[in-house]
């Protein structure tokens, strides 16, 4: 009855954005103590190299972000959580 939820699983690659699932890739590295995983060899670099740059909820992790908080603001009004 160990049954894991494999899509519970994935994580996106803060570089580029894509899905990865951890199992499947050594490519990752350790930043302020969170786990950070990778398509690519050139993708973990880039991440090492600037790692802020990419935890700046850019690209498609910013947009879904920011489209969910927009949802929330047209159900909620200024009610809603993400209300600043
Ligand atoms: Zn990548």
Redesign the pocket.
């Known amino acids: 009855m160990q049954k894991l939820a494999a899509t519970n699983n994935q994580i996106i690659?803060p570089?580029?954005g894509?899905t990865i699932d951890p199992d499947k890739t050594d490519l990752f590295t350790v930043f302020q103590g969170d786990n950070y995983y990778?398509?690519?060899e050139g993708?973990r670099e880039a991440f090492e190299n600037k790692p802020l740059k990419y935890l700046k909820r850019k690209g498609w992790l910013g947009r879904y972000m920011d489209r969910l908080a927009k949802v929330n603001e047209k159900s909620f009004g200024c009610a809603g959580p993400k209300c600043h």
């Open positions: 690659d570089v580029c894509m990778f398509c690519a993708c």
